[in-house]
């Protein structure tokens, strides 16, 4: 059997004399595993660039063997960053939580898309806050979901609280669920805080993308990835170092 799809290079290692291993985020088949074969060959070294959006063609003899690719470059996303350690390590970590989390051959075509659009942003000004955004979408397509509607404590709708001066503030970090300013503060020393550019009332910035950083990181680390019983990947975590040493006070 064989089809064909758009796909997001996320990771390729050697595999036997002269092959590799590349793991691909295909647009209607998931993430998905297969060889290239000559792929430690210099002819491939641009090509398994991780982040490249690819055409991707796979083959085998059977849906649940190994399978063999045919790739060819659309787009490499890395190519302008190249002087850009803070977005390198950024496209590094959406490879790495991607490769991380998603199960073999679950269709993610809404994630793929949005995948996508975040590489397009890493070439403005917003790139950052489009990246916590991107983390909160990808906690929703594995189950782990933040509930940032409404507060926990009064019901009220966060359209609603937005009128007033009490507006959504802090996230539980047990439940994922938001919780207003007034009945956050006799606990805000045990909740998480929720920078205002999530609920759209504000345009972000370096202080409030690592507050939605960490929130994010809380749910990855303790949810997503401690169901699967491994750490959050390096790559992840580097990006997060990366971005706080550059935009220290």
Known sequence: MDWNDQAILLSARPYGESA??????????????????GGQSARYRALLEPGNLLTAGWRARVADQLGSWSLEVERAYAAPFLDDPQRLACLASVCALLDGLLADREPHPGLFGATIALFEALSTDVWAEVYVRWEIGLLEEVGFGLDLSRCAASGQAASDLFTGNDRLSHVSPRTGRAVSASAAEPYKSKLLPLP??????????????QQGLALTGHFLEHRAFAQRHVEVPSARVRFVERYARIHRP
């Open 20 to 37: 590799a291993l590349a793991l691909l985020l295909t647009r209607d088949h998931g993430r998905h595993a297969g060889l290239l074969h």
């Open 196 to 209: 205002p550019f999530l609920l759209g009332l504000s345009e972000g910035g370096p202080e409030e993308v």
